[in-house]
């Protein structure tokens, strides 16, 4: 199977100047293939949100390799970063973060317009039948206001997939979920998943819904740990 | 619409308190500079127009008499010598109408008149009035002092043996048109004219003494035989008159003085009042672009996360720093309509409120497209320009900072 991600001897570390040098991801390496439902856990600290933020091009490792869909992403100025962002990837945050001004369907589009800076035929289309697909076709008007938790959340995987991206970052796309709402929107995922063949890496920390993934990855003390199934 | 676009008008219907007192801001702004403007314009124009109504842009006269010194200085010495101004004799000009086409064919002027003039007295019954007599080709004359608004009664004619007058010797003296009236010279010269028509000059002075007869009879009054004593240009442009003085000289030989000349201390007065108004306009411009960029600041501090969220959608820097430069033109344009929509109705208001006596305006007030174009263009411009440290400051966000502290 295609890689769509891969990294190698990731380093990331904050600090310098006046305050002291923290490493928080001392060498990761970690692949993931097309098509796979991956979760991340670790405990708090770990480096996860670090880890997710270097894999989604948001911030550059110090060091070490990044490959995504073939092409070396760890030394790309910050437009070459945004280009191949919004073109592979999507992104399912904790708290939905739908934009408050746009209606749902505006908010799925986002991603397609923010990228070319217009709307392409076809895009208003794709963005329904993505709405249709997740039940909320009768919402695609309305405001994230007006729509409840486990709706915005799923308006924002939505969103993620209106790139057609080869991977969805969710960084605890669950976490702010009651455990019924959270097992349906995890279902979801596991779903489309399936369904579009796109690569998931889920951050979680339920391991009633971490269970459920075909595989599990660990982050220990900024490292991917070395097996898996022992940590878990 | 375009994503820059949309995202920029979503934010500000987003924020509607604050694009209302931003916008309130920049059409307070531009209405007072709109206001100042009009107001400046118009009465500055009055004033011109009424000045220069009873005067020529440009006049040329003969040079004037100088002694010259008749012991030279010997080399390496000085010698002192008194030398007295010497008194001006009743100077004229000979070949005048070479002159006067050769002025009137130089690009700028409109216009051109000869005048022969020189003092004198208007009697009738025993009573002498010492007035000016001022020779005109009636039709040359006219193009330069318009003389129909100035009629009070009569007609504006001159064949020979009339006189058009002004109100106050047609008072002193009790002249209608019709009356007979005999005008003398210093030269003993005397002639008995028909009155044809009563002006006013709208000085009182002028009123007094200016007496406009046909050339030929105030050259015959004079002991002129066919000489002028100035020579009345007009020109297209008023302001070019200065510039026109130093060609028209050249030309001639004649010395030349501008209204700018004649009426110096009216031209600094003028030039301080557009000074003094062009800093309130400049100051005024300065607090406008200050009040667009803070609330601008204001507003990118505010909307961060929803930046920063777009930023990891895949927005580049380049399209956030749009969108927020644009938020600045809509800004600037929108409250320059409003602004010069208000300004110039403040500007109609006070010329309805400032009126004369008989209920005309005390002074036109001066609104032209040209007003709307610059100061459409200049708000925009510095809508934009006070956007660029919020634009800037948005694109420069670090979208995980931004998306985590928003």
Same mark, same amino acid.
């Given at each position: 199977?295609?890689?769509?991600?891969?990294?190698?001897?990731?380093?990331?570390?904050?600090?310098?100047?006046?305050?002291?040098?923290?490493?928080?991801?001392?060498?990761?390496?970690?692949?993931?293939?097309?098509?796979?439902?991956?979760?991340?856990?670790?405990?708090?600290?770990?480096?996860?949100?670090?880890l997710?933020?270097?894999?989604?091009?948001?911030?550059?490792?110090?060091?070490?390799?990044?490959?995504?869909?073939?092409?070396?992403?760890?030394?790309?100025?910050?437009?070459?970063?945004?280009?191949?962002?919004?073109?592979?990837?999507?992104?399912?945050?904790?708290?939905?973060?739908?934009?408050?001004?746009?209606?749902?369907?505006?908010?799925?589009?986002?991603?397609?317009?923010?990228?070319?800076?217009?709307?392409?035929?076809?895009?208003?289309e #794709?963005?329904?039948?993505?709405?249709?697909?997740?039940?909320?076709?009768? #919402?695609?008007?309305?405001?994230?206001?007006?729509?409840?938790?486990?709706?915005?959340?799923?308006?924002?995987?939505v969103?993620?997939?209106?790139?057609?991206?080869?991977?969805?970052?969710?960084?605890?796309?669950?976490?702010?979920?009651?455990?019924?709402?959270?097992?349906?929107?995890?279902?979801?995922?596991?779903?489309?998943?399936?369904?579009?063949?796109?690569?998931?890496?889920?951050?979680?920390?339920?391991?009633?819904?971490?269970?459920?993934?075909?595989?599990?990855?660990?982050?220990?003390?900024?490292?991917?740990?070395?097996?898996?199934?022992?940590?878990g | 619409?375009?994503?820059?676009?949309?995202?920029?008008?979503?934010?500000?219907?987003?924020?509607?308190?604050?694009?209302?007192?931003?916008?309130?801001?920049?059409?307070?702004?531009?209405?007072?500079?709109?206001?100042?403007?009009?107001?400046?314009?118009?009465?500055?124009?009055?004033?011109?127009?009424?000045?220069?109504?009873?005067?020529?842009?440009?006049?040329?006269?003969?040079?004037?008499?100088?002694?010259?010194?008749?012991?030279?200085?010997?080399?390496?010495?000085?010698?002192?010598a008194?030398?007295?101004k010497?008194t001006?004799?009743?100077?004229?000009?000979?070949?005048?109408?070479?002159?006067l086409?050769?002025?009137?064919?130089?690009?700028?002027?409109?216009?051109?008149?000869?005048?022969?003039?020189?003092?004198?007295?208007?009697?009738?019954?025993?009573?002498?009035?010492?007035?000016?007599?001022i020779?005109?080709?009636?039709?040359?004359?006219?193009?330069?002092?318009?003389?129909?608004?100035?009629?009070?009664?009569?007609a504006?004619?001159?064949?020979?043996?009339?006189?058009?007058?002004?109100?106050?010797?047609?008072?002193?003296?009790?002249?209608?048109?019709?009356?007979?009236?005999?005008?003398?010279?210093?030269?003993?010269?005397?002639?008995?004219?028909?009155?044809?028509?009563?002006?006013?000059?709208?000085?009182?002075?002028?009123?007094?003494?200016?007496?406009?007869?046909?050339?030929?009879?105030?050259q015959?009054?004079?002991?002129?035989?066919?000489?002028?004593?100035?020579?009345?240009?007009r020109?297209?442009?008023?302001?070019?008159?200065?510039?026109?003085?130093?060609?028209?000289?050249?030309?001639?030989?004649?010395?030349?003085?501008?209204?700018?000349?004649?009426?110096?201390?009216?031209?600094?007065?003028?030039?301080?009042?557009?000074?003094?108004?062009?800093?309130?306009?400049?100051?005024?411009t300065?607090?406008?672009?200050?009040?667009?960029?803070?609330?601008?600041?204001?507003?990118?501090?505010?909307?961060?996360?929803?930046?920063?969220?777009?930023?990891?959608?895949?927005?580049?820097?380049?399209?956030?720093?749009?969108?927020?430069?644009?938020?600045?033109?809509?800004?600037?344009?929108?409250?320059?309509?409003?602004?010069?929509?208000?300004?110039?109705?403040?500007?109609?208001?006070?010329?309805?409120?400032?009126?004369?006596?008989?209920?005309?305006?005390?002074?036109?007030?001066?609104?032209?497209p040209?007003?709307?174009?610059?100061?459409?263009?200049?708000?925009?411009?510095?809508?934009?320009?006070?956007a660029?440290?919020?634009?800037?400051?948005?694109?420069?966000?670090?979208?995980?900072?931004?998306?985590?502290?928003?």
């Amino acid at each position: 199977m295609a890689e769509v991600i891969r990294l190698e001897g990731v380093r990331k570390g904050y600090g310098g100047g006046e305050a002291p040098w923290v490493e928080v991801l001392h060498g990761v390496d970690l692949v993931l293939h097309e098509g796979e439902f991956v979760s991340l856990a670790g405990p708090s600290g770990s480096g996860k949100s670090t880890l997710l933020n270097i894999m989604g091009l948001l911030e550059p490792p110090n060091d070490g390799a990044l490959t995504i869909a073939g092409e070396r992403a760890e030394a790309l100025d910050d437009d070459a970063r945004t280009r191949l962002r919004n073109r592979y990837l999507g992104f399912v945050f904790q708290f939905h973060h739908l934009l408050p001004a746009f209606s749902a369907l505006e908010n799925v589009l986002m991603p397609v317009f923010a990228g070319t800076g217009r709307l392409p035929a076809g895009a208003r289309e #794709h963005a329904l039948a993505l709405l249709e697909r997740v039940g909320l076709a009768e #919402h695609a008007g309305k405001r994230p206001v007006q729509l409840s938790g486990g709706q915005q959340q799923r308006v924002a995987i939505v969103r993620a997939l209106a790139n057609r991206p080869r991977l969805v970052l969710a960084d605890e796309p669950t976490g702010n979920l009651d455990t019924q709402t959270a097992a349906e929107v995890f279902a979801l995922m596991h779903d489309i998943n399936r369904e579009q063949g796109v690569t998931f890496l889920v951050v979680t920390h339920d391991e009633r819904l971490a269970q459920d993934c075909p595989r599990r990855v660990n982050l220990v003390d900024g490292r991917i740990a070395p097996s898996p199934a022992l940590v878990g | 619409m375009s994503f820059v676009v949309t995202v920029a008008f979503r934010l500000m219907r987003e924020g509607r308190f604050q694009t209302a007192l931003i916008l309130a801001g920049v059409t307070i702004g531009v209405a007072v500079v709109v206001y100042i403007t009009a107001v400046v314009a118009g009465l500055q124009a009055n004033i011109i127009d009424k000045t220069l109504s009873t005067q020529a842009h440009l006049v040329l006269k003969p040079r004037e008499d100088e002694n010259r010194r008749l012991i030279a200085p010997p080399a390496g010495g000085a010698v002192r010598a008194e030398v007295e101004k010497r008194t001006q004799r009743e100077n004229t000009i000979d070949d005048w109408q070479q002159r006067l086409d050769a002025v009137r064919a130089l690009p700028g002027i409109a216009s051109g008149a000869a005048i022969a003039s020189g003092p004198g007295f208007a009697t009738r019954g025993g009573i002498n009035k010492s007035v000016s007599l001022i020779g005109v080709e009636l039709d040359d004359y006219a193009r330069i002092v318009p003389l129909a608004p100035k009629l009070k009664a009569g007609a504006i004619a001159l064949p020979t043996g009339t006189v058009m007058i002004g109100s106050e010797l047609a008072r002193e003296l009790g002249l209608a048109p019709g009356s007979r009236l005999r005008l003398l010279s210093a030269t003993g010269a005397a002639q008995t004219f028909t009155v044809g028509a009563v002006l006013d000059f709208g000085l009182r002075d002028l009123n007094r003494r200016w007496t406009l007869l046909p050339l030929r009879a105030a050259q015959s009054l004079l002991g002129y035989r066919l000489e002028v004593t100035e020579l009345y240009f007009r020109a297209d442009n008023l302001f070019e008159a200065d510039a026109l003085k130093a060609r028209a000289r050249a030309l001639t030989g004649l010395d030349a003085d501008s209204w700018q000349d004649n009426n110096a201390q009216l031209v600094v007065a003028l030039r301080s009042q557009s000074a003094s108004s062009m800093m309130i306009r400049v100051f005024v411009t300065f607090a406008v672009a200050l009040g667009i960029a803070s609330v601008l600041v204001v507003s990118v501090v505010q909307k961060q996360r929803e930046i920063g969220i777009l930023r990891a959608m895949g927005a580049p820097a380049s399209r956030i720093r749009a969108i927020f430069l644009l938020q600045g033109a809509l800004v600037g344009g929108v409250g320059s309509l409003l602004g010069t929509a208000l300004g110039a109705a403040m500007a109609v208001g006070l010329s309805r409120i400032a009126i004369t006596p008989d209920g005309s305006p005390l002074f036109p007030v001066v609104i032209t497209p040209g007003l709307f174009y610059v100061t459409a263009g200049v708000a925009s411009a510095v809508g934009v320009l006070s956007a660029f440290a919020p634009a800037w400051r948005a694109a420069r966000l670090d979208p995980v900072e931004a998306i985590r502290h928003g």
